[in-house]
Structures are given as C-alpha cells and as structure tokens.
C-alpha cells in the first residue's frame, strides 16, 4: 500500500498531495482544516479521497473520473440523486434542509444540507452534513462535511474557506 501511495501521489514535507491522475493539489492545510486520511477506492488510484478535519468539522473530499469503467459518461443529476438516497438510507431519520444549485467562482454544482442525530466524535449528538458535488475536466468532485449543530457557525466559515480554495483537478480526465 506504501508503494501505491508513492506510485499515485506527490507527497511533501508540509503534508500537502497531489493527485498524479487529475493534478488535483491538496495542501496541508486550508484554513482551520488540517490534512488527514488518503484513501484510494479503485485498484489503480483514479478514485480517491483526501480528509481534512478541525476541532469541530470533518470534511472528505473525493475526487473521481466522470466516466464508467467502460468510458461513458456519467449522469451528474443521477450521481448527486444517489449520493442524496445514500444518506437517507445510512441515517434514519436525515432530514433535508436545502437542496440547491451551488456555484463557486470556478464551478457550478449542486448543495444538499441535512440534519440527523448520529455518533460523532464518540458522542451522539445532533449534526449538519453537507453534501456538493460539481464536474470539472472530466473529473466529479463531492464534498462530505459534518458538524455538531452546536458549532455551526465556525463550521460553516470553515466551509466557506475550504470552498473558496477548493482544490480542484487541473488535468483533463483521459
């Protein structure tokens, strides 16, 4: 797994990757949220994820190909309506708050905010997460981000930082 790691990423002494596949960079820190946990999801690493978390906020970024293993495309509507189901489906009781076209200065995509009761950071407690989703070379980008509700306002300029300096790929995907 070691091998992989070097094989598919450009590691630095600051802790910051880049993402050989889509050139995406991934600093060591992006405001309050600080670089955590790499993880590949396919067998030569074109889909992948990289966490960042802070006192209060975990957020994954994931970034994959557009496009099946066969090379076709995609539904971005079809990915997000999934993504949406799978957090009904692994949290009872999720209930959604907005749901929404989301538009960055380099992107548009789509937002969704739930709140639900789960098990976080070794406590049950009411949180919101955040899911986005945008398209960019090829390549879809989502975002996972949760927050106990009691901290949200610095969750939430957490995120908008986090967004603000989005790390997104700059190869197109092939």
Do not use: C
């Not at 949220?33 to 978390?53: Q, V």
């Not at 557009?66 to 999934?82: D, H, L, P, V």
């Not at 189901?85 to 789509?110: M, P």
């Amino acid at each position: 797994m070691v091998f992989l790691l070097m094989l598919f990423f450009a590691g630095t002494s600051d802790n910051s990757y880049t993402h050989t596949f889509s050139g995406t960079f991934f600093p060591g820190e992006i405001g309050n949220l600080k670089i955590g946990n790499f993880r590949e999801y396919d067998d030569i690493g074109k889909n992948i994820s990289m966490g960042y978390g802070s006192k209060y906020t975990e957020l994954t970024h994931y970034v994959y190909p557009a496009y099946t293993a066969r090379g076709n495309k995609m539904s971005f509507e079809t990915s997000y309506n999934s993504y949406m189901d799978a957090i009904y489906t692994t949290y009872k009781g999720a209930e959604l708050l907005e749901d929404s076209v989301f538009i960055t200065k380099d992107l548009n995509g789509r937002h969704s905010k739930f709140s639900f009761t789960t098990n976080f950071h070794s406590e049950q407690q009411e949180v919101f997460s955040y899911l986005f989703l945008f398209e960019d070379k090829g390549w879809f980008i989502k975002l996972r981000v949760t927050f106990p509700k009691i901290n949200a306002e610095a969750s939430e300029l957490e995120i908008q930082e986090y967004i603000e300096h989005l790390p997104l790929p700059v190869k197109e995907y092939e």
